[in-house]
């Protein structure tokens, strides 16, 4: 059996099913454990084993890459259902789970107005967010990026905070409207090829050997940029990440900032440098530009944020510009970079969210103003914070510097300006992360806050496998860098791959 | 001799049989139950029958209808459509007092039905008008008497003119072409070349009324407004698509006149830009849906404006979907109003729907996405197909408005969706006790279109446009 | 054997600090601090047993472990892996077993303190992050302790967080050694992009061989060598440390004097043959080393604060370390850097018992006369600062002082080829140094031991804290004696063990050097003692204090600077850009105040925001002028019509 | 015996066609909008018995009975809805107040 | 061109204008009736005296008749003054006075350069016509009756609401 399809279809089917069950109960308090939530876990124990089984199955080489199904959709238009994994797609992938494990553990449990609607929902942007990292068929790819927008605007707009509904329309505008520029390029390359070829398809890897001109890749490239820009968010389209993170429940600012912003990352790697690398190179100064502008901006503006998750998402912005020009290095190095700089952004990002959600939990606000010298009353949750913002600033030994310091190594290739502007970004961003350390945690304890109970420990040890993760990445990330290397795309004569992958 | 002329398709022929046993049963009996089943047993007949026909086509090819895949598609989009809107009426109170308003709406889907088919321009026009007289009484049957007739008043007026201009611009072209079959005419010998495109135009600017193109849109929001629901999707559904039907076939079957490019283009970007800016501002559900089915209907046009091998999937996959996803935020509608309570025409009245009706909401927001085009709903791929084909004919200029357009689009729906899960300050309401199981069903199988055909419209593609739009080539470089 | 023993160096105190941290709140104070020592202790055991191993040797023999790699990359590699040899061997023992006195030390110190759990967590990784540091023969494998200690001071200066001051000097030197830190991973930047490779043995032989531009040396020295200045509190990074102080004691005595800030100048120890190829920087180096000194024992001779004393001792010192590695003499800097870890730690520790006992008085003037009350403290102090002074022959400070000026006093920068700078200059400043360092530790022992009793000592020093006390005494006072000046016996037995090829000896060096190295402190003592020490003191305070010494004394000089240019423009500038524009019109402090105001909120909410607010305005604006046309009147409808019939028919007519 | 060549007729049904579409632009009184519609209608099967004449064909005068059955029906009910809204309160027959549907 | 179809036009434009512009409803009734008569003259001089004869019978006969009985029901046979004072006004017929005036300008330009001699064909006869209604648009007759049938509902519909609203 092919493990793609199940890997895709299971979430929303749990989410379905999930939903039902939180029917069955609707009287749910935060202590009893409802049947939905079971649900939910269920399904993501059985996803977690059939990407076990994709993993370390043994592929039969049907398609260029490892993991491989295809089934036909729209024979007229040449669009199939093509799903295809390589070491990228499945490393992303477990990091999803990783998320949606974090959140199932520490976050979703205090979700109690339609508890079984919010888990569907948040299955469901699971499988627009897998599906996107298997998709290679660009009709099915356009299709999963435009499913994973709508649960998740109904996450924020349903589930958010006070100005959630700005916030969600402001999320989905930009995000739809640059999707339509990518369908537009998408349509366009499609239309190339079938004009030069007869052959009218959406595979991946048959767009991949079309002959463009420089002009009209150029401009295919940057439709499929912009999108990607988006959703990165590289900086002069990043205006919709603050309010949305800010305004996300918890769970979903976890699933945000750790995997949909990686779906612009993913994409970049995938179609813009793999399917037009002539025109990726020539556009990489500016790209380059953009993400060391990114990085400095993000550092900037988090320092002047009061609002905890405020300060985190424009940190995120930062963490992202590393992206930016890690991928648009040009090499294998800065790529790689920037891959370890997702994953590891994805995990520290996701426990900074989980811990200014439970601090909100609590306290009921994100104003710095109004909070500080939490670790008299909260060592736990304290020290997770602590370690959490030690890894945003890039802390060696924990994974953001594995793959800050290959981009930066790789941009140094390149030039050694925009590496040195980048590492001024580092700086800013012990400022701002220390700055909310000092302010939320290691501070004088603010009088007339009423004292609140710590994590427990069964969620410390959710935080704690995080934390592991964090520091792998950091100190042995060879494995990762050879797991989650994205496959060349392969010749035309090439049968099976040729990277490393277990 | 006479039946050797006569070529007629099946569901004009059933149908409007099928009216005058309804007239006939009338006369017998008065039962509003009665005669609404009958009228849906007759459509459900009709689109049974789509296909066949009586008699044969005459020898010179001068027949005044034509049938094929394109007409019978069309036909039982229409078909179907009306079905819904029965189905959607059925328990209405409004409506439920007047035997007639089934009679309407079958003299309607004949009037539509008769354009779809038509190969002339004689049964084009006298189809419009059957649908035109019967809209004028179907949108008095609402609840508020004034505002019915006056958009009664307004659309007899406006569709008053515009028949005019058109049957100016019909005759015109006879007196071109000295035949009324339907085509846009050529200049034959010994008349001025400026007169052909002057006839067309005045044909299309009778069109793009009734297809309420802007500049020529402004009586669909009101007179949706003043309609009952149901009558409303009457208005924005079966209507634009028979008028959409013969336009394809108007301008399929030959080269497209070279100035029509740009008027094309202008009213497109007109249209696609008046529609969703007008609908930006709305507080009334239902005008906004008349503005979205304006800028649809741009949408549309730009498909229309380009043949091709992807022309036709692309128009039909968007028919349906605009057909599917507008019928299913109307029934929503419908099923979401109270006798005594909001009859969820102003937006604000859908506030915290998601608590109090998650269904009602959920199928909502869901019709409402498929309209702006977000998966699962239909609406993407169409909105697909339409960009799809623009790429192809690289007509850029349309496609950056699609875009602009789709993106204000999104705004006004999801603005709706939005809407929906505010979190009510008063507490929910009762449910709906008046629950229409019919209606539910209706809404049922409409989000199951919608879904199915968003998941799968592999089986929407066919060349379905008159022949000669489609190019000769057959499906071969096509992989899988 | 040793394959396994060199990971647990830095296994047992990490390990230590995890169950620590872990076990936050359920174990007593003695249990924690009994961990702690032991993790270190371990630690130090093994690496004294390690240091046996190595030593019985060859002499280039060295232990190393690859023990996984860390990145392979095409065009770059780097592993984690560690090497034992002597010079990280040196500063391994003084790490681990100077680590252990303080961590003793500190177990009694801080017993009574609630975060004591938090205190050893900290302390005891900053000791497992440091050997990283000083065994990582690999850069970047470096970078991470280097940027581990960093942390751990940043933990244990803010230990205290009720107090704002203290996190905010905290931060202060976070961000200092941060900015350091940038410059330092630039520099392995250029250096991992030259060569492919951090690996100490690969990047150094790359540039001995000449693989390497010499402009790309210069700039990666120049870079390593700002990282290595911000760490170890140079010029012009000198002013986060005395801040530093706000730390707990063995904080300071650990970190801020023993081992972390010494960092730097062992990087360059390990680099010098980077550094050697590197003409100019070696002389800007010593040049900074030499004015450091210099500065920081003007500083020290008017502080009133105990600690703050010691911290600008401590920078004062290191500028010995960095003048010694500028002349290129990097074993003299070890072997200062040595000595100074024994008696600074020492200075710390006892001070930091005098402050506890003296019930945490700080002012040495409001101290005095404690001499009677605690002679043992005094005794150690007077130890300690006999070793700072470097009193000859007795001391251990006296060898180290004097391998540094004789070292000076050779060197000949050849800066060009017809152009060089001798270091006799730079020796005279390191001599002035000297007395000073003599005179302003002595002004100390004399104020606060001797004179009147100005406060009342309370409690007793406790046995876990005085042992510690005692050990270091005796290795302040003999831990010289391994390297003696030529003049004296030739005893080399450092410069040997680190460098067994070339022995430092400068057989032809004038016996006046040694013997102004030897004078010149006892000369500081006796001016100290003529000052302060007398029953009646000729004085209390420097003379003419009012005029110049008082903005030296506040010890902000560098501090003020640095708040003008670069902290108050800062906060200014994150001041308006997160100000609201309406507030700020509100407190209508001018026009131009207004406007900027105006340009930094659109920074703030960034252009593109205000632009997409202007394009909904737009839009919106677009929006209600088609709602005028929308007036319900058929004869507008109408007239819509016949304007679209009378455009269209334009189109044909006019084409 | 036709005495209106076919151009002829197009002009004079051009200029009743205009002066009905002014009639329907200028007046006010939904009666007389009436009327100018029954105008342009006539114009239009103007039209189309002068092509009839022009290319000797019935179609022409075909398509007249049937613009005049619609101008009956349109009149008819048109009129019927006057009769309707004078009687619900709106007695003066001013198209353009009292518009209760509008954007 | 005969002097009695000039005429026969000149009465039907003239005509026209002065249904447009009269005050009175029951005044522009009767110049719509002069005009449609005179359009039957001109429908005569086209040969098309079957279309003619329907003219005169059905539009000035009947659909006359529904105009003025409306009118004489509503008692609109006394112009609103207030109203009506406003038509003088120059704004508020110059606009679509002109705009009117331009479409037909623009239709006459499209129709300007007329060309070739009327053919002077035999008049169609009611028989042909006859024969035409009957035979090939036979369908179409039906559908008109449907068209009219639609209208009497309509009408029927909107009558009878009038009576069961009150």
Known sequence: MNPLPALVLLPIMGGGVAWVAGHVRPRVTTTSRDASWWVVLVTLIVETFVLVMATFGHPVHTGPWPGHFSMPWIPAMGIAVRLDMDGLSLSLIWLSLIMCFLCVFLATRQVTVHAGAFRFLFLATLTGIIGTFLATDLFLFFFFWELMLVPMFGLIAAWGHEDRQRAAMKFFMFTQGSGLIMLLSILGLVITHYRQTGVLTFDYFTLAHTPLSPAVSMLLMLGFFIAFAVKLPVVPVHVWLPDAHTQAPTAASVLLAGILLKTGGYGMIRFNIMLFPDAASRFAPIAMGLGVAGIVYGAWLAYAQDDVKRLIAYSSISHMGFVLLGIFTGSRMGMQGAIIQMLAHGLSTAGLFVVAGAIQDRLHTRDMRCIGGLWAAMPRLSGAGLFFAMAALGMPGLGNFTGEFLVLLATWHVSPLPAILAAVGLVLAAIYALRMVNRIFLAAPRTGLQPVPDVASRQMAVFACVMVFLVLLGVYPQPFVTFSAPLPLPVAAMTGPEGATP | MIVHDVFLPAPLLVVSSGIMVMLGATAWRRSVGRSFLCAMGILLLAIMVVGHHAGTVPDHGDSLFVQDRWTAYTAILTMFSTICIMLMSWRDDGIMRADEYALLLMLGTLGALAMVFSANYMPFFVGLEILGVSIMGLVTFGHRAVPGHEAAMKYLILSGVSSAILLFGIGLAYGVTGSLRFMPPIAAGGVSAALPPAATIMILVGMFFKLSAVPFHMWLPDVMEGAPVPVAAFVAVVSKIAIFSPLVRYFGTENQPPFLNDILCGVIILTIMGGNLMALRQADFIRLMAYSSIAHMGYLLIAFMCPGRLQSGAITVYLAAYTASTLGVFAVMDAFATPGGPDGRVIAQWKGVFSSHPFVGAVMSFMLLSLAGIPPGIGFFAKFGIAAVGVAHQRDLLLCFLIIGSIIGLYYYLNIVRTMMVTPSLPSRPLNRHVRPELMALVIVLGMIVVIGGLFPARAIHPLLPAATVPSETRDGITH | ?655 | MPAFSFNDTLLLATVLFSVGLAGVLVRRDLVFMLMSLDIMLNAAALVFVGAGARWHDATGQVMFVLILALAAVETAVGLAIIVCLHARGRPTLDADTGNLLRG | MHALALLAACVTVVGAIMVITRRVAVHAVLYLVVTLLALATVLVMLGASFAAMLEVIIYAGAIMVLFVFVIMMLNLGQPDSAREKEWLHPRAWLGPGVLATIACAELLYCLNPLSGPAPAPAPITAHDVGLGLFGRYVLMVELVSYLLLAGLISAFHIGRNRVGGR
């Open chain 3, 1 to 655: 054997m040793g394959e396994i023993l060199l990971p647990l160096i830095i296994l047992c105190p990490l390990v230590a600090s995890l169950v620590v941290s872990v076990s936050a709140g359920r174990m007593g104070a003695c249990a924690i601090g009994t961990v702690a020592c032991a993790g270190v202790g371990l630690s130090a055991v093994i690496s004294v047993i390690l240091s046996v191993m190595l030593l019985s040797g060859p002499a280039t023999d060295a232990l190393r472990v690859v023990l996984w790699p860390w990145m392979r990359i095409e065009g770059f590699s780097a592993d984690i892996a560690f090497t034992l040899d002597r010079v990280s061997m040196v500063m391994i023992l003084v790490v681990t077993i100077v680590g252990l006195l303080i961590h003793v030390y500190a177990a009694g110190y801080m017993r009574d303190d609630p975060g004591i759990a938090r205190f050893f967590g900290c302390m005891t990784l900053f000791v497992a992050a440091m050997v990283v540091l000083v065994l990582a023969s690999d850069l970047l494998c470096m970078f991470i302790g280097w940027e581990g200690v960093g942390l751990c001071s940043y933990l244990l200066i803010g230990f205290w967080y009720d107090d704002p001051a203290n996190t905010a000097a905290a931060r202060k030197a976070f961000y200092m050694t941060r900015m350091g830190d940038v410059a330092l991973l630039c520099g392995l930047l250029l250096l991992a992009t030259a060569t492919g490779s951090l690996r100490m043995g690969t990047v150094l032989a790359a540039v001995t061989d000449g693989q390497l531009p010499p402009f790309s040396v210069n700039a990666a020295a120049a870079l390593i060598l700002v990282g290595a200045l911000a760490k170890s509190a140079q010029i012009p990074f000198q002013t986060w440390l005395p801040d530093a102080m706000a730390g707990p004691t063995p904080t300071s005595a650990l970190i801020h004097a023993a081992t972390m800030v010494t960092a730097g100048v062992y990087l360059i120890a390990r680099l010098h043959d980077l550094f050697a190829m590197a003409a100019p920087v070696m002389a800007f180096m010593a040049v900074l080393g030499a004015l450091t000194l210099l500065m920081g024992a003007c500083k020290a001779l008017v502080q009133s604060d105990l600690k703050r004393i010691l911290a600008w001792s401590t920078i004062s010192q290191l500028g010995y370390m960095f003048l010694a590695l500028g002349c290129g003499v990097w074993q003299a800097a070890l072997f200062h850097l040595m000595t100074h870890a024994f008696f600074k730690a020492l200075l710390f520790l006892t001070a930091g018992a005098v402050i506890m006992r003296a019930g945490h008085e700080q002012d040495i003037f409001r101290l005095g006369g404690l001499r009677h009350a605690m002679p043992g403290l005094t005794m150690a102090f007077v130890a300690g600062a006999s070793a700072l002074a470097g009193l000859p022959l007795v001391t251990a400070g006296f060898y180290s002082k004097e391998m540094i000026l004789s070292g000076v006093w050779h060197v000949h920068f050849g800066l060009t080829r017809e152009w060089g700078l001798s270091g006799h200059p730079l020796w005279g400043i390191a001599l002035l140094g000297a007395f000073l360092t003599a005179l302003y530790i002595f002004r100390c022992v004399f104020i606060v031991f001797c004179g009147k009793a100005g406060t009342r000592a309370v409690g007793r020093t406790s046995r876990l804290m005085s042992i510690p006390l005692g050990c270091l005494c005796v290795l302040s006072l003999s831990g010289g004696v391994i390297e003696m000046p030529d003049t004296l016996p030739r005893l080399h037995l450092f410069s040997a063990l680190l460098d067994p090829g070339v022995p430092l000896s400068h057989a032809d060096e004038p016996i006046w050097l040694v013997l102004a190295g030897a004078i010149v402190p006892l000369a500081g003592l006796g001016v100290a003692w003529v000052l302060w020490g007398r029953r009646v003191s000729v004085m209390r305070e420097i003379p003419g204090q009012a005029a110049i010494i008082r903005p030296a004394r506040d010890g902000r000089g560098m501090d003020v600077v640095y708040d003008r240019v670069f902290v108050q423009p800062l906060c200014l500038l994150v001041w308006l850009t997160r100000l609201d524009i309406a507030d700020h019109a509100i407190t209508g402090t001018g026009r131009l105040t207004r406007a900027a105001s105006a340009g930094m909120f659109r920074a703030r909410a960034g252009v593109v925001d205000m632009l997409a607010i202007r394009a909904t305005g737009m839009a919106r604006w677009a929006d209600h002028l088609p709602g005028q046309f929308q007036n319900g009147r058929v004869r507008w409808y109408a007239a819509w019509i016949a304007t679209g019939l009378c455009a269209g028919l334009a189109m044909v007519v006019l084409s």
